[in-house]
């Protein structure tokens, strides 16, 4: 492992850091370790050992750059395979998509206007809204959050409690 994850003052994961930035925010007191572990980054002259997680001391804000363009296996990850009618985990096989306000009545395949729906409560709600067809929504349709961190390979133990996996 070369890198050092970075997490935000509230602890959510930001970025991995080369072993010479890491070693540049805690020398300027900017970053606290968050962890025991350490990495070593040796110099002629010295060692300095780097925690493998640092947490800045201050906030910083993080705007959304571009929502995530709707897929329907983005709408199936989101509701994580869960029917949005009945609760029923659904299989990748048997999971569809619904439309809230059907296509045939202008509605879109648009983050806020699709659920996941296992085949039954599909059937059972048809071309109406669901209150038309006395259903109920378990959950409320939005845009997922945006991942700003894609990690590939092996994780260090130190950096899964503070990642989702």
Known sequence: MTGVL????????????????????????????VTGDNVWLVGPEC????????????????????SPAWTRRGVLE?????????????????ATIDHITPVSRGGRSSWGNT??????CNQRKADRTPHEAGMKLLIEPKLPRT???????????????????
């Open 6 to 33: 970075l997490l935000n003052a509230t602890y959510e994961p930001l970025s991995i850091l080369s072993l010479r930035r890491a070693a540049r925010l805690l020398l300027k007191e900017r970053a606290e370790a």
């Open 47 to 66: 060692s300095l050992a780097i925690p493998t997680v640092l947490r800045l001391r201050y906030y910083v804000n993080v705007p959304r750059r571009n």
């Open 78 to 94: 989101r509701d994580r395979y869960t029917c949005a009618y009945c609760g029923k985990k659904c299989s990748p096989r048997e």
């Open 115 to 120: 659920v996941t729906a296992c085949f039954r």
């Open 147 to 165: 991942c700003y961190l894609v990690i590939g390979g092996d994780v260090p133990a130190a950096w899964k409690l503070w990642l989702e996996l």
